[in-house]
């Protein structure tokens, strides 16, 4: 018997409707998605490459993929203005795909390549390929994993973890795989490898879906745009990686990761997989419009790396587009989402990880609503928030400074770094972002440099709590609080 786990009408894809969860399959998610408040999807690397993946569908679907400029605009407005997806334009899609969205398919399973059953050695196991569980000689995170009793996965979350590591499947030593009598054993990192995602929210899944759809964007090709599950060719791995055309090249097709599932006899479980390279030589460079990219000193653009440790709220800024010190390029969609006056909050998914194996931690956080804050509608606000961002991010780096530096020359000299200062970080930290959205929700801009002063000033008695009784840690802490009020020199490190 075929084993078949068909995504489109198989459960799923978890969403939240009326405050409660339930698992749907890709065609009640576009046909009910006005009804569902939100995807709640448990694993972050795999909701952001979802949301990508819906993001193309429903272009597909809504036609967005063949309009630019004025028509597209007009067209996405249309669209939100019919509150749902159109069920004939929904079902018409996913016929024109029937079978390509198989999980088990032997042919053309879904986002995957049949020929590493053949071109594999070995497989890579199912440990492999679910990010949380240790696989060889990687770390544990959240359960006792071994490669010598892996327990299988649900066919469901299989295709979650699926998604998740074509999206940020680690760079270097993989199964090795051997095509046209060459042998290789590493691979390149996904394209959202160790990176932060940016998403705006409308007033249900519907709204969220059709306002994360991007504008093609300038030196986006013309030419032919297909999705992996929608081309009749399998990839070449030796030759030219496919185009990261818009929307579905770009959304979908920059994998450099190649995963086979193995199923289960009846078809309802993952027991093993294929986890390796996909292509051998470098792709198109292409802006993923859900990320902040930075500057770097020597011109280049790089995507701003997730830090477990970063709360969201410093990151505002950055998407707001105020003015900030640092050259920083906010998500394409949220220059999208400027025109269409909505008041939505934005989710953040991040994925702490280096680009090999080391993956530390995952999450994902939302705003309040602040689209109505983006400079092209707010630029006051957005101004204002940059502005309490570096102020927040300089005061914070000057009592890091002052307490290792006061630590330093009194307290310890062999120990550069102390106590103090982590202890003093942490203080701070936890308590600016209350600081924070206080003076952005009254608009009292100017005067958060006083407020963030008073808690840097807290956070350096905070740390030398206790140890500040003997004269020389008195005046230790004396300095620092000295070293706190003393701008520091133009050219000098904060």
Same mark, same amino acid.
């Given at each position: ?271 093993? /997989?294929? *986890?390796?390279? +996909?292509?051998?030589?470098?792709? &198109? #460079?292409? %802006?993923?419009?859900?990320? =902040? $990219? ?126 103090? /200062?982590? *202890?003093?970080? +942490?203080?701070?930290?936890?308590? &600016? #972002?209350? %600081?924070?959205?206080?003076? =952005? $929700? ?53």
């Amino acid at each position: 018997m075929m084993k078949s786990f068909d995504l489109v009408d198989r459960p799923w894809i978890p969403v939240v409707a009326g405050g409660k969860s339930e698992q749907v399959g890709f065609r009640e998610l576009f046909l009910r998605a006005a009804e569902f408040e939100d995807l709640a999807l448990p694993v972050p690397p795999a909701a952001s490459g979802l949301w990508r993946i819906l993001y193309a569908i429903t272009a597909r679907v809504t036609g967005l993929d063949v309009l630019r400029g004025e028509a597209w605009r007009k067209r996405q407005v249309q669209v939100l203005d019919q509150g749902r997806f159109l069920p004939d334009e929904v079902d018409a899609y996913f016929a024109k795909y029937q079978g390509r969205f198989d999980l088990f398919d032997p042919l053309r399973p879904w986002m995957q390549d049949p020929r590493l059953a053949e071109e594999c050695p070995k497989s890579s196991g199912v440990n492999k390929l679910v990010f949380d569980r240790p696989a060889g000689n990687t770390q544990v995170w959240f359960g006792h994993h071994t490669d010598a009793d892996a327990a299988a996965v649900d066919a469901d979350e299989a295709a979650w973890y699926l998604i998740a590591q074509l999206y940020y499947g680690a760079s270097g030593r993989c199964s090795s795989r051997e095509v046209a009598g060459q042998k290789f054993a590493n691979s390149n990192a996904g394209p959202l490898r160790g990176t932060m995602s940016y998403h705006p929210l409308g007033e249900n899944l519907f709204e969220s879906l059709v306002v994360g759809v991007p504008p093609r964007q300038s030196g986006q090709g013309d030419g032919p745009d297909l999705c992996p599950w929608e081309r009749d060719e399998l990839p070449d791995p030796l030759g030219v990686p496919w185009p990261a055309s818009w929307p579905g090249g770009a959304l979908t097709g920059r994998a450099r990761h190649a995963v086979l599932l193995v199923p289960d006899a009846a078809g309802e479980a993952v027991v093993d /997989a294929y *986890v390796t390279w +996909a292509w051998r030589l470098p792709g &198109a #460079e292409q %802006v993923d419009p859900y990320v =902040v $990219r930075r500057q770097n000193k020597e011109g280049g653009w790089y995507q701003i790396p997730a830090d477990g440790s970063r709360a969201l709220w410093r990151d505002v800024d950055a998407l707001l587009g105020g003015n900030t010190e640092v050259k920083t390029h906010r998500p394409d969609i949220m220059i999208a989402a400027a025109d269409l006056e909505l008041d939505g909050h934005v989710r953040a998914y991040g994925f702490d990880q280096d680009g090999q194996a080391k993956d530390r931690q995952w999450f994902t956080a939302m705003t309040p609503p602040i689209l109505g804050w983006l400079r092209e509608r707010d630029p006051e606000t957005a101004d204002g928030v940059a502005m309490l961002t570096r102020t927040a991010e300089t005061i914070g780096r000057r009592v890091g400074t002052a307490l290792r530096q006061v630590w330093r020359e009194v307290a310890n000299a062999k120990d550069r770094e102390g106590p103090w /200062a982590r *202890v003093g970080e +942490a203080y701070y930290w936890s308590r &600016a #972002e209350a %600081v924070f959205w206080e003076h =952005v $929700r009254e608009g009292r801009f100017a005067e958060g440099g006083r407020a963030f002063a008073r808690l840097g000033h807290q956070a350096i008695d905070h740390a030398a709590d206790g140890e500040a009784s003997p004269p020389r840690m008195v005046r230790a802490v004396q300095t620092a609080h000295r070293l706190l009020s003393t701008p520091a020199k133009k050219g000098s490190a904060a």
